[in-house]
């Protein structure tokens, strides 16, 4: 008993500031204070907080206004605790989000590009966690118009929609139709319109990594080969990344090959031309270009690629198309429940950092 009233003393003690004098702790403003002032029921004062559209905005900006001048601020213990049952909760189905294809018919089957069926795939993972389902509905598809289009989505209640990447051949591509009454993301960077949120790969970053790693390894005359489509594609942020990153390093910059190759030999003479000892590309290049090339990889010449796909044994970025999938699904479902509908006012872009793969298209070189 003596211990527990010293301890019971000790904790009035410093409840009184150490020295006696009584200190008020200020009570946390909770939703049912807002609630008594704003005179209407606290479950108003979430869904207007949440910007639910169930609310008035009148009553909306009432609550916020109220909200801001007693100082409510969520209590993170309670919205911790909320996270953590929905992660335990089994999902309930609540809906099917739209895949949205540029395409006659459907881009996700089984012999599509495995960066088409990753990103598909990180997306129905991520939507099946959820709640949702994912059903692809093919923009051009025979006899299929924008009207008719926004009207098989409502009838189905689809508000959420996923714009897959754009085929090599839309180049600055544009989906017309009326986007008000849903919420949209676009996977990658090559929808000029509409301006609407999207996510990708972070390039400009990843061509530095390449750029870095390479001369980690011993690289020095670095040489960069995409086609002028893929960089306006892309909009010159892998030409920016290399650029900016040979400079920092101090590193040559050799002449760019940039235009469509008709002859693999394009190809050797720009490497001996440049005295290149590695050189940069996109997908695709290694498995159908340097197979015709009297270059042998690693040895005369390293070659990274901007986009190593699962299973290969080419060294380069891993750019992590699941996650870039995953990562649209929750930034949708969070508009879906925001209510935020329509082309926004501000596009805002979420870059997913890539990775460095290593593989057996580099070699670790003496550096003289």
Do not use: C
């Not at 319109?193 to 390894?217: C, D, G, T, Y």
């Not at 930034?331 to 926004?344: A, C, H, Y």
């Not at 593989?359 to 070189?365: D, E, I, K, L, S």
């Amino acid at each position: 008993m003596r211990v527990f009233g010293q301890l019971l003393y000790f904790i009035e003690f410093e409840a009184a500031g150490g020295d006696g004098a009584a200190i008020t702790m200020q009570k946390r403003v909770t939703i049912r204070d807002v609630a008594d002032r704003v005179q209407v029921h606290y479950s108003t004062v979430a869904r207007a907080l949440n910007n639910n559209t169930r609310v008035s905005e009148k009553t909306r900006l009432k609550v916020k206004a109220a909200a801001i001048e007693m100082g409510y601020a969520p209590d993170p213990m309670v919205s911790a605790l909320s996270s953590y049952r929905s992660a335990i909760r089994r999902a309930v189905y609540h809906g099917t989000l739209a895949w949205l294809s540029n395409e006659a018919r459907p881009l996700i089957t089984p012999d599509a590009l495995l960066s088409i069926r990753n990103y598909s795939e990180g997306a129905r993972e991520q939507a099946a966690m959820m709640g949702y389902q994912i059903e692809e509905f093919p923009f051009l598809e025979e006899g299929m118009t924008p009207r008719r289009y926004v009207q098989v989505l409502r009838s189905r209640g689809i508000t959420g929609i996923i714009v897959g990447p754009q085929a090599p051949n839309h180049f600055d591509a544009e989906i017309r139709m009326d986007w008000a009454p849903f919420s949209a993301v676009a996977l990658g960077p090559s929808l000029h319109w509409p301006p609407i949120h999207r996510v990708s790969s972070n390039q400009f970053r990843s061509m530095k990594l390449v750029v870095q790693e390479l001369a980690a390894l011993g690289y020095r005359r670095i040489g960069l080969y995409v086609e002028k489509q893929m960089h306006q594609r892309l909009d010159l942020t892998w030409m920016g990344g290399y650029m900016a990153e040979m400079a920092e390093l101090g590193l040559p910059i050799p002449e760019l090959l940039t235009d469509k190759i008709k002859d693999v030999r394009e190809v050797e003479d720009w490497v001996a031309r440049n005295r290149l000892d590695a050189f940069i590309s996109s997908a695709g290049f290694y498995e159908f270009w340097l197979p015709k090339s009297k270059l042998r990889v690693p040895q005369d010449i390293g070659f990274a690629s901007l986009h190593v796909l699962g299973g290969e044994a080419q060294a380069g970025i891993n750019q992590h198309d699941r996650e870039i999938g995953r990562a649209a699904v929750n930034l949708l479902v969070g508009m879906m429940q925001r209510q935020e509908k329509g082309i926004p006012k501000l596009a805002q872009r979420l870059l997913i950092d890539g990775t460095w793969q290593q593989g057996t298209t580099v070699r670790r070189r003496v550096v003289r």
